[in-house]
């Protein structure tokens, strides 16, 4: 597909340039209920889009304009054409600062390392089975359903301005129900566990966790607790909580006025007086599916120190709009590395404490500084005892907590982030 549109857009739109970004999807899926395999099926898919930029000359003033249609299988040479003719009039219509398309960087790709073989992958599919229902005989609580999606991902971006790049990345989902009776009420807890690479260790942490906690759930107290005692988070929460700081320093804020961060400056108060934030952005780190040396607009992908002991080193961001701010093209780099900090997990639990283990929903308002979320599983630490407790929520805002805030040594990866497994803050309000 990909060499046949080259083809029609060179004969078509003259001196006008392009961006392909095309995705073929092949993938394997099973559906259990309980334990009886319920579905077994695979499909293949093909996405691609199709975008063209027109230079555009207003009495002297310059702008570039730019305008995209996605492209099926199924379309014929006349369609695409009709397409690409229809895409080049919208593009007139689009008058944006000028900005370059990206070139090759001449650079060899690295790739995305994985142990996750697509064509052999039955034998993978059987390990994610026969682990967490070896685990399910050991618990009180039971899988009420799980699926399980390995997909191959083959991408490749094209330009007019002579990048060609192709990669695959493999990816694995397990999407897990466990139930657990309680004395009111059953209760479920829903988890999906991504990864590009197998890892028995760490899926049977994750999954022996799900286990566990939904246990905790059903035996969990409604919350009954006043505001004042230090909060810890972990998994999802914490990612979100720290994309406060990679949102204001993306190129697209900076640029749009939503941020006022400055490199070089404090972006975490003044007078630290926890642990001082540092954050590297990753083209991989282990397990993310989200991992990729190639952005979707061709920029090859590095590491980038982003901010160290809570100063901002750098802006991040694709290639339009930090050519728009004037600062290195980073491209759209994918992962996140929150370094660990100076405090152990279990120090932090012996004074009095609300440990959330998750949130029905929790969310960071990357302009405001504001966050919270419902409490669906917390522990109550409290001298000596670990209490399970549900309900209320907490909410705060990053500048009441940052500059006090305890980071742990031991670190987990959640999605494409790495983090430290608990962050623990005073400040947030805890509503029953």
């Given amino acids: ?79 695409i054409v009709d397409c690409i003719n229809d895409t080049m009039f919208s593009a007139t219509l689009v008058k944006n600062p000028v900005y370059k398309l990206v070139k090759p960087s001449g650079d060899c790709t690295p790739k995305v390392k994985t142990n996750i073989n697509y064509e052999n992958s039955a034998a993978t599919l059987q390990k994610v089975i026969d682990l967490v229902y070896s685990i399910d005989k050991n618990q009180k609580a039971n899988v009420n359903s799980m699926e399980i999606f390995l997909e191959d991902i083959t991408t490749k971006i094209v330009n007019s301005e002579g990048v060609n790049e192709e990669f695959s990345v493999p990816k694995m989902i397990i999407e897990l129900v466990v139930d657990c009776k309680g004395e009111k009420e059953e209760v479920e807890l829903y988890d999906m566990i991504k990864v590009s690479d197998y890892n028995e260790d760490m899926l049977k942490s994750k999954i022996e966790a799900d286990f566990i906690n939904v246990e905790k759930r059903a035996e969990a107290k409604a919350l009954s607790l006043s505001n004042g005692i230090p909060v810890i988070i972990k998994g999802e929460a914490v990612p979100e909580v720290f994309s406060y700081y990679t949102f204001k320093s993306d190129a697209v804020a900076i640029y749009k006025k939503y941020s006022q961060f400055k490199i070089d400056e404090a972006v975490q108060g003044e007078e630290i007086e926890g642990d001082s934030i540092s954050i590297t952005l990753m083209p991989e780190i282990p397990y993310s599916v989200s991992s990729r040396y190639i952005d979707d607009d061709g920029v090859l992908l590095k590491e980038l120190p982003l901010v ?26 994918p992962n996140v590395k929150i370094h660990e900090g100076s405090f152990d997990y279990d120090e932090m639990l012996k004074d009095e404490c609300l440990e959330v283990i998750g949130f029905s929903d929790f969310q960071m308002d990357s302009i405001t500084g504001d966050f919270g979320g419902e409490i669906r599983l917390a522990i109550h630490h409290k001298e000596g005892k670990a209490i399970p407790v549900t309900g209320g929520s907490i909410t705060g805002n990053i500048y009441q907590i940052h500059s006090n805030i305890q980071l742990s040594m031991q670190t987990d990866i959640t999605g494409n982030c790495q983090h430290p497994k608990a962050i623990k803050f005073a400040g947030a309000k805890i509503s029953s």
Avoid: W
């Fill in 308 to 333: 160290k002991d809570g100063k901002l080193l750098a802006y991040h961001g694709n290639n339009r709009y930090s050519q728009y701010c004037d600062v290195e093209v980073t491209g759209s780099i």
């Fill in 1 to 79: 597909m990909v060499e046949r549109l080259i083809k029609l857009l060179e004969k078509e739109i003259d001196n006008n340039k392009y961006l392909i970004n095309y995705q073929k999807i092949n993938s394997k899926e099973l559906f259990f209920i309980k334990d009886k395999l319920d579905m077994n099926r695979a499909k293949s898919v093909e996405h691609c889009s199709v975008t063209i930029y027109k230079d555009i000359d207003e009495g002297g003033d310059k702008y570039i304009g730019s305008a995209t249609f996605k492209v099926s299988p199924s379309m014929d040479d006349k369609e």
